[in-house]
């Protein structure tokens, strides 16, 4: 059943499956860095009120399923939650080779909407990891 959220004048269900890729798509986030990296993502949609219903870090991108406002454009969200999250990237990386300092980050994103398909949406973000690793497995193979 779908929750469906209000404000005073209005009652919304708004949600997007949003990707986005650090710049150049260099492979940086690993190890420590990419679990930094989910702990930062979820802490600045809290900040700015949004919610992160589902989210997976990959070594050269992020896929996030968030439900953002209809106060707040998508542009506008996104780019809140890209720009603040490469200032915290910086601070706390700004020594590590992969790093590129406040433009970690690539200009573009990727995102569409969620309706009636959430659950496989929800479940392609959950399994992603597992489908690059066996279409790496195929392409060695060939």
């Not at 650090?22 to 802490?43: D, Q, T």
């Not at 990959?58 to 939650?81: E, N, Q, W, Y």
């Not at 300092?101 to 929800?122: D, H, N, P, Q």
């Amino acid at each position: 059943m779908r929750e469906w959220q209000s404000q005073a004048h209005v009652k919304w269900y708004c949600r997007y499956h949003v990707v986005i890729v650090p710049k150049y798509r260099i492979k940086s986030m690993y190890g420590a860095i990419r679990r930094e990296i989910g702990a930062i993502l979820k802490e600045q949609c809290r900040r700015h009120g949004i919610e992160l219903v589902e989210g997976h870090v990959m070594p050269d991108h992020v896929h996030m399923c968030i439900s953002i406002p209809p106060k707040f454009s998508v542009a506008h969200a996104v780019g809140r939650l890209k720009g603040k999250s490469a200032i915290q990237i910086n601070q706390r990386y700004s020594r590590r080779r992969n790093v590129m300092g406040f433009k970690f980050w690539s200009r573009g994103y990727c995102v569409s909407t969620v309706g009636l398909e959430e659950a496989v949406i929800r479940a392609y973000i959950r399994n992603q990891e597992q489908k690059d690793k066996y279409e790496d497995q195929l392409s060695i193979t060939y």
